[in-house]
């Protein structure tokens, strides 16, 4: 079974920065290799639904944000890691959530129908 863990969240204040990160447990899910699966970013905050945050292509050479995000988040991947990153600057309180990664061969973007997902990580942005 694939695993995706996410790390990096924590308590920030207004404007600062956070930088998540999310492993593949192995090289290989479901038996394609980590490089062959399209990445996404998404988070829930309490008492909402599960929104799309950031996307990123299997090669990285695709990136796509949500318009709340636009400008102050950078998603990013180290394939030779099986990591992807999202680097969050400018930081609002709005922006408290559980983020979760996720991963799938084809879905790419604004889906919340991807394969495999991580367990998530708080982030919480104080005023």
């Known amino acids: 079974q694939a695993q995706l863990v996410e790390s990096g969240g924590g308590l920030v204040q207004t404007g600062g920065s956070l930088r998540l990160s999310c492993a593949a447990s192995?090289?290989?899910?479901?038996?394609?290799?980590?490089?062959?699966?399209?990445m996404g970013w998404f988070r829930q905050a309490p008492g909402k639904e599960r929104e799309f945050v950031a996307g990123?292509?299997?090669?990285?050479?695709?990136?796509l944000y949500a318009n709340v995000v636009k400008g102050r988040f950078t998603m990013s991947r180290d394939n030779a890691k099986n990591t992807v990153y999202l680097q969050m600057n400018s930081l609002k309180p709005q922006d408290t959530a559980v983020y979760y990664c996720?991963?799938?061969?084809?879905?790419?973007?604004?889906?919340?129908?991807?394969?495999?997902w991580g367990q998530g990580t708080q982030v919480t942005v104080s005023s």
């Open positions: 996720a991963a799938d061969r084809f879905r790419f973007g604004n889906s919340l129908d991807y394969d495999y």
């Open positions: 192995g090289r290989t899910i479901n038996n394609y290799n980590f490089t062959r699966y399209n």
């Open positions: 990123i292509s299997w090669s990285g050479g695709s990136t």
